[in-house]
T-cell receptor, first 117, second 115 residues
Framework: GAVVSQHPSWVICKSGTSVKIECRSL??????MFWYRQFPKQSLMLMAT?????????EQGVEKDKFLINHASLTLSTLTVTSAHPEDSSFYIC?????????????FGEGSWLTVV | AQTVTQSQPEMSVQEAETVTLSCTYD???????LFWYKQPPSRQMILVIRQEAYKQQNATENRFSVNFQKAAKSFSLKISDSQLGDAAMYFCAYRRRNSGYALNFGKGTSLLVTP
């Protein structure tokens, strides 16, 4: 079946540095991907909708200059956390929409743990 | 804005028994989708079941079934013959039919399955 892969699975970075997380659809094309953030023991909160070939749509309260999203191809979206701080430490999950057929199914990646020290 | 409420932070069920997880939502839309996702310790989100609002028949997937009450805006998940592998966080989610396919999640219910 369709698979969405995230990389890296976990990353530790120093405060003030930037870190990039990749989300790939492995066997389908995804014009739309979504980035969520999940704090420990909490729900998934939508950060932004990533649209291939255009700017991402950010949810209210999400800083677009801090969380840079690029969706340059039909199989890859990247989330870059710029000037990371400890409060950015979280679990980041992407999902991708498979428009093939009539299902318009959403597939989730495995998630990426970010720890900022 | 649509909100999804799961009023049970934690639930416990004995193996082979049945448990029901509650979910209510608030929307002004008439056409939408509702989902239950399972998130085990691995954190991988797994779709358990999906319901289309325009369908009156409750969705069923093997041991998992829903009780969809559209007027009451209620969407509960029933797990029958519970298994140890069912232990996980369960999230109720909402999506408008003609939207960008982003999901709006509830806060989740942690399900413990005891032998």
């Amino acid at each position: 079946g369709a698979v969405v892969s995230q990389h890296p699975s976990w990353v530790i970075c120093k405060s003030g540095t930037s870190v990039k997380i990749e989300c790939r659809s492995l066997d389908f094309q995804a014009t739309t991907m979504f980035w969520y953030r999940q704090f420990p023991k909490q729900s998934l909160m939508l950060m932004a909708t990533s649209n291939e070939g255009s700017k991402a749509t950010y949810e209210q309260g999400v800083e677009k200059d801090k969380f840079l999203i690029n969706h340059a191809s039909l199989t890859l979206s990247t989330l870059t956390v710029t000037s990371a701080h400890p409060e950015d430490s979280s679990f980041y999950i992407c999902s991708a929409r498979d428009q093939a057929g009539s299902g318009n199914t959403i597939y989730f990646g495995e998630g990426s743990w970010l720890t900022v020290v | 804005a649509q909100t999804v409420t799961q009023s049970q932070p934690e639930m416990s069920v004995q193996e082979a028994e049945t448990v029901t997880l509650s979910c209510t939502y608030d929307t002004s839309e008439s056409d939408y989708y509702l989902f239950w996702y399972k998130q085990p310790p691995s954190r991988q989100m797994i779709l358990v079941i999906r319901q289309e609002a325009y369908k009156q028949q409750n969705a069923t997937e093997n041991r998992f079934s829903v009780n969809f009450q559209k007027a009451a805006k209620s969407f509960s998940l029933k797990i029958s013959d519970s298994q140890l592998g069912d232990a996980a966080m369960y999230f109720c989610a909402y999506r408008r039919r003609n939207s960008g396919y982003a999901l709006n999640f509830g806060k989740g219910t942690s399900l413990l399955v005891t032998p």
